[in-house]
């Protein structure tokens, strides 16, 4: 299958500073990327919908000024979590749409806020 | 509201007992059927996805899609303890678009 990369795995930061999170598709040119939230034996949330070249789709409840998507190239989207708090905390995983249909995951970055 | 239904179990069977997963989904307009397995701690790993009436195998899985119940499910045949996770089903009803999950199943295999 597709391969999809994410990094940083884990990452713990101060209250207020702000996280960026790397998307990349390795093996194939990815025109949508899905950003998710998970937290403890909890559902995947679906967090924004990403499009090389425009503007990300937040869902509902979603803030964008916290939450900056960016979808530079087709291999390649960003999350940063801008002043983060320890709610912030979370499993944050990115997938890659292959033909349309077909999505593969990241490994996922696990988020710490102290 | 687009929905996917799953049993959340746990679901609890033997080792090389036939794991049977099953999930409903709301919208007669899907095009596209997935199931993700999930380990503790870790992101979805996709096993199989299906779009048309019917069975679909690869290896020990077995994909069943029926669109007039809108009911999907996946077979596991042989069961491992390796296999004991959260199973996810997951819908698409457009190119493009994000997946629907359900809430996932999850699956224990005693050895």
Redesign the interface.
């Known amino acids: 299958?597709a391969v999809v990369s994410q990094h940083p795995s884990w990452v713990i930061c101060k209250s207020g500073t702000s996280v960026k999170i790397e998307c990349r598709s390795l093996d194939f040119q990815a025109?949508?990327m899905?950003w998710y939230r998970q937290f403890p034996k909890q559902?995947?949330m679906?967090m924004a919908?990403s499009n090389e070249g425009s503007k990300a789709t937040y869902e509902q409840g979603v803030e964008k000024d916290k939450f900056l998507i960016n979808h530079a190239s087709l291999t390649l989207s960003t999350l940063t979590v801008t002043s983060a708090h320890p709610e912030d905390s979370s499993?944050y995983?990115c997938?890659a749409?292959v033909?349309?249909?077909?999505?593969?995951?990241?490994?996922?970055t696990r988020l710490t806020v102290t | 509201q687009k929905e996917v239904e799953q049993n959340s179990g746990p679901l609890s069977v033997p080792e090389g007992a036939i794991a049977s997963l099953n999930c409903t989904y709301s919208d007669r307009g899907s095009q596209s059927f997935f199931w993700y397995r999930q380990y503790s701690g870790k992101s979805p790993e996709l096993i199989m996805f299906i779009y048309s009436n019917g069975d679909k195998e690869d290896g020990r899985f077995t994909a069943q899609l029926n669109k007039a119940s809108q009911y999907v499910s996946l077979l596991i045949r042989d069961s491992q303890p390796s296999d004991s996770a959260t199973y996810l089903c997951a819908v698409n009803v457009q190119a493009g678009t994000a997946l629907i999950f359900g809430k996932g199943t999850t699956l224990s295999v005693s050895s």
Do not use: D, H, M
């Open positions: 299958g025109t949508t899905f559902s995947l679906l919908t499993f995983i997938s749409a033909g349309g249909y077909e999505q593969y995951f990241g490994p996922g």
